[in-house]
């Protein structure tokens, strides 16, 4: 029923557009400038609409694509209205009135093209299918990204119970370290004490560069120690998550 009208009228338009062409003329002018695809010659515009009416008005009452043919239909409305029903523009009271129904009437036929257009016939809609994949794919989700959150938290647990063994542990380590380096500097010294004593004015040397290798050692040791004790935290830093 809805379809009817723009059948009737758009075979009317196509055998005889010189009825309409020059109330379009303004219209077909302003609508080729924007869109230069579209006919200048009003006749052959007017005719290309009505050929288009038909179509899809047929289309539309034969259940062929009622969405596509609906939204084709009220594109097809809005320039036809706009020039044949221009009310705002006629003088004459009654003239003026009946334009205005005309006018009315094709807004009541647009919205109802408008609601067949968007009418899925009991078919889900494709914006309510996307939003339903949506929850499914978030519940499939879910709990993968609950997995990972927990792993996350065991490893960011564990890197904090190691920087906090490191820290109370290394600094015993560096004080042990220090106190043996100390220990064998003194033993050292001592044991080159004992042989300048034993051997008098013959070894004085001997016993400097012991001594001084002692005191090295020592040295060395230490800083192998801090370093060791600088990589650990610098890896249970990087172990923790940020």
């Given amino acids: 029923m809805l379809s009817s009208i723009f059948v009737a009228q758009g075979l009317e338009t196509m055998q005889h557009p010189e ?5 379009a003329e303004s219209v077909v002018q302003r609508m080729a400038q924007l869109v230069p695809a579209l006919p200048a010659d009003t006749a052959q515009a007017v005719r290309v609409n009505g050929a288009v009416q038909a179509a899809a008005g047929t289309m539309l009452g034969l259940g062929w694509f009622p969405r596509l043919s609906a939204l084709t239909l009220a594109g097809t409305l809005v ?4 020039a ?3 009310f705002w523009q006629v003088e004459d009271p009654k003239e003026r009135k009946q334009q205005r129904i005309h006018f009315l009437k094709n807004m009541s036929m647009l919205g109802g093209l408008l609601i067949a257009a968007v009418d899925t016939d009991g078919s889900p809609s ?4 996307r939003r339903r994949a949506s929850r499914a794919a978030n519940a499939r989700l879910a709990p993968a990204a609950h997995a990972v959150a927990g792993v996350s ?10 920087t906090e063994i490191m820290s109370a542990e290394l600094p015993r380590v560096i004080r042990g370290t220090r106190l043996a380096a100390d220990r ?5 010294q001592t044991a080159a004490e004992s042989v300048r004593a ?6 004085p040397r001997l016993a400097q560069a012991v001594t001084d290798s002692a005191k090295t050692a020592a040295d060395q040791v230490s800083q192998a120690a801090q370093t060791a004790v600088a990589a650990s935290r ?9």
């Fill in 153 to 162: 938290d065991d490893l960011g647990q564990a890197a904090k119970a190691v």
């Fill in 198 to 203: 034993a051997a008098g004015d013959q070894l």
């Fill in 84 to 86: 044949g029903h221009r």
């Fill in 184 to 188: 064998l500097s003194s033993a050292t």
């Fill in 126 to 129: 494709l914006a309510w299918r």
């Fill in 19 to 23: 009825l309409v062409a020059p109330r």
């Fill in 234 to 242: 610098e890896a249970a830093r990087q172990l923790t998550p940020a």
């Fill in 79 to 82: 320039p036809t209205t706009l």
